[in-house]
């Protein structure tokens, strides 16, 4: 199994740019999320997924999309980017945040993003 | 919501001493766990543990439930033990996946 997968590793957006951070998971995980980490910082979670279908805002959603169309891919997009976004942005993913045997998370590597 | 404050922010060790890094959270939690962020950014669960004891190697992870903390030891410490060490919180109500980190504990061991 490959994971958690993420792509790309980096990237340089100009403000107002958009993009999509792809998230990839082959471990047939009900549960996906992004998160955001900035410098010194612990992580603050972007939105989730409880399912295919099924979103839900996190902590910190303003700026961001996600949909879920199938059970291995949970893309973030960035509709008009802004230098706040700067950061470093992973995924996660757990095989059911409903059952207790099953919330343990795997982060995917991270990508690195900077907003000029 | 939750919140989750971890102490000391900085530990600096030298290689082969032991540690104890504590997690307290500020409402019931219906899931707990720590991890272990490397130099290189990657991040590694360590224990999904919302009570109770779990051990793995030479790290250790108690939770106290009733009183809102955990703790995470790590024996004979090694080099490769530097990094971040993230407690995440989900509780008070709401989603179990819905996690609250921690600022994080840098831990530096030196041979």
């Known amino acids: 199994n490959a994971g958690v997968t993420q792509t790309p590793k980096f990237q340089v957006l100009k403000t107002g740019q958009s993009m999509t951070l792809q998230c990839a998971q082959d471990?047939?995980?009900?549960?996906m999320s992004w998160y955001r980490q900035d410098p010194g910082m612990g992580l603050r979670l972007i939105h989730y997924s409880v399912g295919a279908g099924i979103t839900d805002q996190g902590e910190v959603p303003n700026g961001y999309n996600v949909s879920r169309s199938t059970t291995e891919d949970f893309p973030l997009r960035l509709l008009s980017a802004a230098p706040s976004q700067t950061s470093v942005y992973f995924c996660?993913?757990?095989?059911?945040?409903?059952?207790?045997?099953?919330?343990?998370?795997?982060f995917g590597p991270g990508t690195r993003l900077t907003v000029l | 919501g939750i919140q989750v404050e971890q102490s000391p922010p900085d530990l600096i060790l030298q290689e082969g001493a032991n540690s104890t890094l504590r997690c307290n959270f500020s409402?019931?939690?219906?899931?707990l766990q720590w991890f272990h962020q490397n130099p290189w950014g990657q991040l590694i669960n360590l224990f999904y543990?919302?009570?109770g004891t779990k051990q793995n190697g030479r790290l250790s992870a108690t939770t106290v439930a009733t009183e809102r903390y955990s703790l995470l030891y790590i024996s004979s410490s090694q080099t490769t033990d530097s990094g971040v060490y993230f407690c995440a919180a989900a509780g008070g109500g709401t989603s179990y996946g819905k996690l609250t980190f921690g600022q994080g504990t840098i831990l530096t061991v030196h041979p």
């Open positions: 996660a993913s757990s095989y059911s945040a409903g059952l207790a045997g099953g919330r343990e998370q795997f």
């Open positions: 409402d019931s939690v219906n899931n």
């Open positions: 543990i919302p009570s």
């Open positions: 471990m047939n995980h009900e549960y």
